[in-house]
């Protein structure tokens, strides 16, 4: 059972409701969750495309890859590796929108639980 005493009620209470919207007090979560999902997993296949040529041979024992192939994967690693700047930043702004939508859901419980205070606080 989670206790909160009128003031702290209060002060959460007022903190989500002044200037915040109610389109802000019903975010998705799920969604947040499934956008940094999707984010983590490009930015893992671009990574992983930026660097197979550092880690791989254009011929061993188990491959012997083409010239033209070879210039291709090449070719992708650079731009890979370009691209993987921009990865990053749409991590962060997917990571900001969860964080974001998780902040307002719990202004939004805050307030729910203001409102019980209130209503148990209120004389009868």
């Not at 019903?26 to 930015?43: C, Y």
């Not at 859901?105 to 004389?123: H, R, T």
């Amino acid at each position: 059972m989670i206790r909160t005493t009128p003031t702290t009620s209060i002060k959460c209470f007022m903190a989500c409701w002044t200037g915040i919207s109610s389109s802000l007090l019903t975010p998705s979560i799920e969604t947040g969750k499934s956008a940094l999902k999707s984010a983590l997993g490009t930015l893992g296949h671009t990574l992983n495309d930026a660097h197979w040529a550092d880690h791989n041979e254009q011929q061993d024992e188990d491959h012997d890859i083409p010239d033209d192939e070879w210039a291709r994967i090449v070719a992708r690693c650079a731009e890979a590796k370009l691209e993987a700047s921009q990865r990053v930043v749409e991590l962060q702004a997917a990571y900001s929108a969860l964080r974001e939508a998780q902040e307002s859901w719990v202004q939004s419980l805050c307030g729910q639980i203001a409102k019980l205070d209130l209503q148990i606080a209120a004389p009868r």
